[in-house]
């Protein structure tokens, strides 16, 4: 018991009034911000966007084509279609990884009607292509978007996912009906996202203007890598943490990004590119300031260092992964969980002397994380 | 008291020993007497400063079991419904925050009856209101003689006495939504000794509607059996010594999940599906030992020896794997990808993909609450001042052990299935309190003039260990509270009063490391009227908080992993006043109208501006008001009293408050409605022993969103009826 303490200093100490301290409280450094800002979002965040909507139109226009062709013929190849699906979801993969401003606005919205996952529920997709039921705007997200695409041009068989199968399912001409079902998603998504890179185009001028607020929104954004790569695309899906199957050291396939299409290594790819773009501000156009350099501007230059070197390393890791994502999480798992390992290398900073260091928030879901 | 009434009252302290009981003194002011089973009390029952009283006959005749609905007629003291039936109570007093009646001292007979009221005050039980004799509502200097927070007040449930005689007593009642009580007690008296045994057994199937018509409601049963023994009444040092031993339990089916607004709109008793699994279930074993001593007749010395062991596990949907955010989502349940998970929560759609299994996260608890205090009253005169000593001391040790795993549901079909995904411990931590608290407060009484001076002390001794993080805190830091209070009696019936203390509020354990115990300076002056038709007290009160503390819970809207936190909120003024009359007046032969009123107007304003993680504040503005606090807070009550029945009707009004802190004259803040209800209670004396009542609360019908936290809009109770018959022998 430590009750010999003299109780009047302690009656003193427990008097003494402290500060409040606030997150938002003015740094003193001499970092350009709004610099920053507007290189990212003219040399990164709109050529993404602009990239999301040139692909999904181009998707919308192949699912037209073979639409077409499996009007003539039924066994017409989906090639073609899936080709522009991968470069679409590509091209998302890259944006998906820095989602603020536009895409994020109102409950990400939009970014939700482009590329829902983790949200699809299958039978409730089959159930539209089974009545024809194509009003997509008027679908709940997880009944479009890249996500039900991606089902509807690999499934996984002519079955129906619906524990009780649709009333003309057995009827149906599914490759046509899925085909239809798919290219009014695509002219859905495509929309969206036309309608994403107008907003970009605006909001880029008005991003700059936002200073250190508009730093804290990409950096929030950042926390994808912790959040949905680390945590999800890889944590959950390898079975290295807490997942829907409750395996553990195994693969748990309903936790597998584009499973359908098998694209998961492409996605993780794409979106360890972003992280490292958005975080050197080196993109593929010019290269400019970003956190790396707003850590030398105050004196933690060897932070930046080290958290670059750990994206590096993660995407060494990842390109060495074999492009089937499955196949790496069936047959390459001490790969998939040492690639884990070195994003957590990255993130762990992130969450902790990264953001203390240039006084920002973090975002409310990741900051009781327990890593 | 005066030190003529006090005189006369000691004077009858042996006759008191006779009838060898401890029923309740007469009400404040006046004149003590005699009679079967009293007993004297020496203890100062007109301290300086407001205090309030509800007396049995008062708690009888409401026939509550909602401590919410007991202390809502109490100046001064504000309370947040959460379930309809105050199974855990919200109670603050004069701006203290209400939440789980963390910032308030909740004692029964003078022990701190909170699961473990240094390290985890939140008051996740409290004594059945029912089976209390009286309650003591102590604000402004007095409190600082009880602990550990001081800042709003205190309240101390009384049980009932031991009776004097061979006695029983029995209550039953049935009412509305298959509501029953049993209230049993009986005891059997010695010429030294006694022995008394209670019983209490609460139902009900609840008034929320789930939607696949499950029991939403709860039981609970309270058993306790005290004995006791003393010395011969001859002897010139008198001795009692009582040993209670009590055990309660409880399972209500009881969630934090609320309602969209438009839901509540169409029907606001409906639970969605979501929390048809939700339940909480508790027992708590208690022991006591009480020991007094009566030096002579003016000199006494109570010391008691407590242990309380209090288990909870609540077991709730809190939200779902992909969207924790349960508040937003309700709030909200159009937006981005919330109307899946709303579809889901509710049972509309089934679970179809990993993001939408629901977490149900249990908290399971294990708290210890143990001690040994000793209070001195004394009354001596030093030339023509009166002196009332009142001092005691206190070793009180609590710990919370907190442990909280989540497992996953899918929604199918309407049912909720467990999934695949593992059970998560995402909490294990101990926390626990060792602290010494000392008081002593003389008031001195000269001639109209009384004055009263105070300090407490308290040393806290605590340590925080988070299993799953390895995290070791530990610290100890002491508190002087001092208080004091002056009183002029005008005129035989007019006092004037003013008062001023330091309010506390310990920091708990799980703390973050820079969190600093709450502080205040609590002001309050006013007048007290007192004569044989009327009684009133008018009084203003400020109290400037060096920094306000904002306690995490799920109650409070934190998320699981933030709960025990505390945020500090910096300065806040908050400034107001209370009115609180009662008086009876005859009408005819035999017939009188009583009537009371208690009246709160409170203002309360941030002084700082700051950006808070703690859910109930958020982004401050200088100027801000809390949340949860109504500006205006009113009941009346009249009725008609004969020696055969009486009638009363009752009516409250809440003005309404804000979620998070905000300004009320801004419409974008969320908020909470205002309330006006009416409540009639009826008695029928058919027999000397026996009675018949009935009780129908909130008589309209009228129901609003009284709470929006943890997750959605939640209603008051809605009309409930009730039927009881009371006999004693």
Known sequence: ?371 | MSPRTTTSALAVTLLSRLAFADEPPPPEGAPETEGEGEEIEIVDRAPPGARAEIGKEELEKDEHDDLHKVLGRTAGVYVRDEDGFGLRPNIGMRGAAADRSAKITIMEDGVLSGPAPYTAPAAYYVPLVTRMSRIEVTKGPSAIRFGPATVGGAIDMRSEPMPGERSAYVDVAGGTYRYGKLHARAAERGERWGLMAEYVRLQTTGFKQLDNNGDTGFDKNDISLTGRVTSPITDEVFHRLDLRVGYGDETSNETYTGLTDLDFAANPQRRYLGSQLDQMTWDRLELRASHRVELDTRTRIDTVGYRHRFQRAWGKVDGFVGQRDLYGLIANPERGANSIYYQVLTGMADTSAPEEELIRGTNDRAFTSQGVQSQLQLERDTGPVAHHVDAGVRIHFDRADRARYEDAYAMIGGQLVRSERPRATVLDSRAETLALAVHAQDKLVWKRLELTAGLRYELLDFRFFDRLTENYVEGTYGVLIPGGGLAVRLTDELSLLAGVHRGFTPAAPSAVADTRPESSVNYEAGARFRNERLTLDAIGFVSNYSNLKGSCTLASGCTEAMEGEQYDGGRVHVFGGELQGASEIPLAKRLVLPLQLAYTFTRTEFQSAFASDFAGWGDVAVGDELPYLPRHQLSATAGVKHPRGQLDVTAQYRSGALDIAGRLDDPEDPRVGSLLTFALTAHANIREWAELYATCSNLLDEQVVISRRPYGARPNPPRMVTVGYKARF
Request: hydrophobic share 45%.
């Open chain 1, 1 to 371: 018991m430590r009750f010999v303490a003299p109780l009047l200093a302690l009656t003193a100490a427990c008097d003494s009034p402290a500060p409040i301290t606030g997150k938002d409280a003015p740094s003193d450094d001499v970092f350009d911000r709004p610099a920053m800002l507007g290189h990212l979002a003219t040399n990164l965040l709109v050529p993404m966007q602009h990239d999301v909507a040139v692909k999904t139109a181009a998707l919308a226009t192949a699912l037209g084509a073979h639409c077409d062709a499996l009007d003539l013929d039924v066994t017409a190849s989906p090639v073609a279609a899936r080709a522009a699906f991968a470069d679409a979801i590509d091209a998302w993969q890259s944006a998906d990884a820095l989602v603020f401003g536009p895409a994020a606005m109102d409950g990400n919205v939009l970014r939700d009607r482009i590329y829902s996952w983790p949200l699809l529920a299958p039978c409730n997709v089959d159930k539209d292509t089974a009545a024809s039921s194509f009003a997509i705007a008027d679908k709940p997200i997880n009944q479009r978007s890249l996500t039900a695409i991606e089902y509807l041009l690999y499934p996984p068989s002519t079955a129906s996912l619906c524990p009780i199968e649709p009333a003309n399912w057995p009827q149906l001409d599914k490759p046509r009906a899925r085909c239809r079902h798919a290219l009014a998603i695509a002219q859905d998504v495509a929309q969206n996202a036309a309608a994403l890179e107008t907003a970009w185009q605006a909001y880029a001028t008005e991003l700059p203007a936002m200073g250190h607020a508009g730093v804290n929104l990409v950096s929030d954004a950042m926390f994808y890598s912790d959040t949905m790569v680390k945590d999800m695309k890889l944590g959950e899906a390898a079975g290295i943490v807490v997942n829907a199957c409750g395996t553990a050291g195994e693969i748990c396939e309903r936790e597998v990004e584009l499973r359908f299409s098998d694209r998961g290594t492409f996605a993780l790819r794409r979106n360890l590119a972003t992280l490292r773009a958005a975080f050197t501000g080196t993109t593929t156009s010019a290269d400019g300031p970003s956190f790396d350099d707003f850590l030398r501007a105050v004196d933690q230059g060897a932070m930046a260092d080290r958290m670059v070197a750990h994206i590096d390393a993660t995407i060494a890791k990842l390109a060495a992964l074999p492009d089937s994502y499955l196949g790496a999480l069936t047959t390459k798992y001490a790969e998939v969980a040492a690639t884990h390992a070195a994003l957590r290398e990255f993130t762990t900073e992130l969450k902790s002397q990264f953001s203390a260091v240039l006084v920002l928030e973090i975002p409310d879901d990741v900051a009781t994380d327990n890593d």
